[in-house]
């Protein structure tokens, strides 16, 4: 099993991180999601299911990203981090 060692400690880390305009791709119940940058704005979606692609216009908002019953800002803690730039 892999180590997962750029998980985020809490939201002021996540916030950070996302701000200086930082990728973030995370499992989450066995779900990939990936969270991106446009010229001003911040994509988060589900792998694969452009359906679930929303877009926030900060890091702070992105928390709000639903997954299952729960958000981004929930699950922080077990969030898997696969990939994370910054």
Do not use: Q, W
């Amino acid at each position: 099993m892999a180590e997962y060692n750029d998980n985020f400690l809490d939201a002021d880390e996540f916030i950070d991180c996302v701000s200086r305009g930082g990728e973030v791709e995370f499992i989450f119940d066995n779900k990939k999601y990936s969270i991106t940058h446009g010229e001003s704005e911040i994509y988060v979606m589900e792998a694969y299911n452009e359906m679930s692609e929303k877009v926030y216009a900060n890091p702070i908002a992105a928390l709000s990203y639903p997954i299952g019953d729960k958000t981004i800002g929930d699950i922080l803690e077990d969030m898997k981090i696969t990939f994370r730039s910054l």
